[in-house]
C-alpha cells in the first residue's frame, strides 16, 4: 500500500517551460488535492477534484490546470512556468472532502529560473 | 472568503517545557484538523474535533475545539526533540462541501 504518491521529487524548470507534477493513490479515495507552500504562507489550496471527471478552483490556481480522469490519478500542470511558481508542491488525498483525514505525498520541490 | 491564522509563527522552548499554539478562524468551522510537518518532510495528520468544546489527548498532546467553534488550540506537555516541526490546523467552513483552509502554521523548535 504505497499511499500517495508524487514524481518528480525535485525539478528546475526555465521561465516559459511546461511541466506536469503527478500524483497518484492506491486508496480508492474520491477526493484528491493540490497544494502549495511557500515559506510563511502555510498550505494553499490549487485546485481539488471530489471524483473522476470533476475538478474545481483553489485559492490560487492561475497558471495550472488539473484534469481527473480516474479515480487513482491527479496531475497538475504547469502550462507556462513563471519565477512566482516556484514552491513547494503536495498532492493530498482522502474519503472526504472536509472531513477525514488527508493523506499528503511526500512533496514536489519546483525551481523556476 | 475564509481566513485561519495561527499563533505564533514560531515557538523556541527549552527540552522539557510546555508549548501551546493556537489556531483562529473568521468563520464558524464544522470540524478543525491538526498536522505536523516535520522539517523537510510532508504534513501528517494528527487528529480532527468536530464538537463544541471537545477535548482530546494524544499521550503529551492535548488538542481543544472551541464553544463558538471559530478557535482550537494544541498543547504539548514537556516537550521532546521529537516533538520539532511545523504545526497547522485545518477547517472547513461550517455551511458544508467548502474547501479545506489550512492556517498559517507554527514552528516549533527545541532547545536542547
Known amino acids: 500500500n504505497a499511499g500517495v504518491t508524487q514524481t518528480p521529487k525535485f525539478q528546475v524548470l526555465k521561465t516559459g517551460q511546461s511541466m506536469t507534477l503527478q500524483c497518484a493513490q492506491d486508496m480508492n479515495h474520491e477526493y484528491m488535492s493540490w497544494y502549495r507552500q511557500d515559506p510563511g504562507m502555510g498550505l494553499r489550496l490549487i485546485h481539488y477534484?471530489?471524483?473522476?471527471?470533476?475538478?474545481d478552483q483553489g485559492e490560487v490556481p492561475n497558471g495550472y490546470n488539473v484534469s481527473r480522469s480516474t479515480t487513482e490519478d491527479f496531475p497538475l500542470r504547469l502550462l507556462s512556468a513563471a519565477p512566482s511558481q516556484t514552491s513547494v508542491y503536495f498532492c493530498?488525498?482522502?474519503?472526504?472532502?472536509?472531513?477525514?483525514?488527508?493523506?499528503f505525498g511526500e512533496g514536489s520541490r519546483l525551481t523556476v529560473l | 472568503g475564509q481566513q485561519v491564522m495561527q499563533i505564533p509563527q514560531y515557538q523556541h522552548v527549552q527540552e522539557g517545557e510546555d508549548f501551546t499554539t493556537y489556531c483562529n478562524s473568521s468563520?464558524?468551522?464544522?470540524?478543525i484538523q491538526w498536522y505536523k510537518q516535520r522539517p523537510g518532510g510532508h504534513p501528517v495528520f494528527l487528529i480532527q474535533?468536530?464538537?463544541?468544546?471537545e477535548v482530546k489527548k494524544q499521550k503529551r498532546l492535548t488538542f481543544q475545539f472551541g464553544e463558538a467553534k471559530k478557535n482550537s488550540s494544541l498543547h504539548i506537555t514537556a516537550t521532546q526533540t521529537t516533538d520539532v516541526g511545523t504545526y497547522f490546523c485545518?477547517?472547513?467552513?461550517?455551511?458544508?462541501?467548502?474547501?479545506?483552509?489550512f492556517g498559517t502554521g507554527t514552528r516549533l523548535t527545541i532547545i536542547p
Open positions: 474535533l468536530v464538537k463544541s468544546g
Open positions: 477534484s471530489v471524483g473522476a471527471g470533476i475538478t
Open positions: 493530498a488525498s482522502s474519503y472526504g472532502q472536509t472531513t477525514g483525514e488527508l493523506f
Open positions: 468563520t464558524t468551522l464544522s470540524n
Open positions: 485545518a477547517g472547513p467552513a461550517n455551511f458544508g462541501n467548502e474547501k479545506l483552509t
